[in-house]
């Protein structure tokens, strides 16, 4: 099953970036609900920037570290492409 890296822009301009087997899902608890990360539930809304697929967990889960890496700039750069 398909795994999917997200990056999310705050209310207050910050970069969120995290895994999920569905986006959307994700993308409503992130805004509506307690599930969401505590990070982002202190600056809703957030929404969708960029959005890359993994094959497994585990890809998704070093891509998510190897963005995280990633300078402000360098992220942006990465979803405007």
């Known amino acids: 099953m398909s795994y999917f ?11 969120y970036t995290g895994i999920a087997k569905d986006v ?3 993308l409503d608890e992130h805004n509506n609900s ?3 990360a505590k990070y982002t539930r202190a600056r809703r809304p ?3 920037l960029h959005i890359e697929e993994c094959e497994d967990r ?5 891509r998510e570290y190897a963005i ?3 300078s ?3 992220k942006i750069t990465l979803f405007k492409g």
Request: glycine fraction near 4%; hydrophobic fraction near 30%.
């Open 5 to 15: 890296v997200y990056i999310l822009e705050c209310s207050d301009k910050t970069l």
């Open 24 to 26: 959307q899902r994700r």
């Open 34 to 36: 307690a599930k969401g």
């Open 46 to 48: 957030v929404k969708l």
């Open 58 to 62: 585990s890809s998704a889960c070093k």
């Open 68 to 70: 995280k890496q990633l």
């Open 72 to 74: 402000r700039e360098a």
